[in-house]
């Protein structure tokens, strides 16, 4: 499984942690930055790995900033992604079962690192329930 996974400053010290974590499980991952702790914008790392999604280039994302809310709220602009920010494993686990996630966002200054990977863990393995009713509402807010 290919995972594209981006960060501001907030979020880069997790983000290097992150990959070298899903690098040791087997999984491919597209590192689209940031590269360091200076300060940057959000929107643009978010971008990038909606970018990935969206051309099938990623199987999933992961999108980390200080809190995760500015980069769900900006991967949530484009067609066909479906972000969630999660700083629980009960989330993690709903989000791809009932939404069908295809990002995570996370907030770097709300959960720490050991957290993080567990959530991160849960998002990829839960498969989407394939529900008729999961489906439905997700079709129904997609032409929003
Ligand atoms: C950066 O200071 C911070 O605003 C950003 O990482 C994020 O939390 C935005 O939602």
Do not use: W
């Amino acid at each position: 499984m290919t995972i594209s996974i981006g960060c501001d400053h907030g979020g880069y010290e997790l983000k290097s942690k992150v990959i070298k974590h899903l690098q040791d499980k087997g999984y491919t991952v597209i590192d689209n930055g940031c590269d360091s702790t200076a300060s940057c914008d959000y929107p643009i790392y978010a971008k990038k790995v909606t970018d990935d999604i969206t051309a099938s280039k990623a199987d999933l994302g992961i999108l980390i900033c200080g809190t995760g809310i500015g980069m769900s709220m900006a991967a949530n602009k484009t067609a066909g992604i479906r972000a969630a920010l999660c700083h629980d494993v009960f989330s993690a686990k709903a989000t791809r079962e009932h939404n069908n996630a295809n990002i995570l966002c996370m907030g770097a200054r709300v959960v720490g690192p050991g957290l993080a990977l567990m959530i991160i863990d849960t998002f990829l393995e839960t498969p989407f329930s394939e529900d008729e009713r999961h489906i439905r509402r997700i079709e129904m807010y997609s032409k929003l």
